[in-house]
């Protein structure tokens, strides 16, 4: 079965860090894209970051020069580096995955969310 596991979420003051990951597990033929998204009470679930497959990256204005998506090939994991958190980066944080479960069969799958509380 294909699962995307998430870690790293807390409780963190303004201005601090939290690294979260996204592990990747099961069999699959190919990824298209990893992303992270993330929903605040109340509102709707928001794209913060992807990583496509050739290494290119995209941020949601908001977090630009705060955030950085990266990834592990080897262990089939990416992460979010979050630094200088606000307290409107409250929310929780889902990975997502956009792949090839066989040359013919794309699939979305979600992870199961990770909270991160930004307060004083």
């Known amino acids: 079965q294909v699962q995307l596991v998430e870690s790293g979420g807390g409780l963190v003051q303004p201005g601090g860090s939290l690294r979260l990951s996204c592990a990747l597990t099961?069999?699959?033929?190919?990824?298209?894209?990893m992303g992270w998204y993330s929903q605040a009470p109340g509102n709707q679930r928001e794209l913060v970051a992807y990583?496509?497959?050739?290494?290119?990256?995209h941020y949601a204005d908001s977090v630009k020069g705060r955030f950085t998506i990266s990834r592990d090939i080897p262990k089939n994991t990416v992460y979010l580096q979050m630094n200088d958190l606000k307290p409107e980066d409250t929310g929780v944080y889902y990975c997502?995955?956009?792949?090839?479960?066989?040359?013919?069969?794309?699939?979305?799958?979600w992870g199961q969310g990770t909270q991160v509380t930004v307060s004083p």
């Open positions: 997502n995955a956009d792949l090839l479960l066989t040359m013919d069969d794309r699939r979305q799958y």
């Open positions: 099961g069999e699959i033929y190919a990824l298209n894209i």
């Open positions: 990583i496509t497959a050739g290494g290119g990256v």
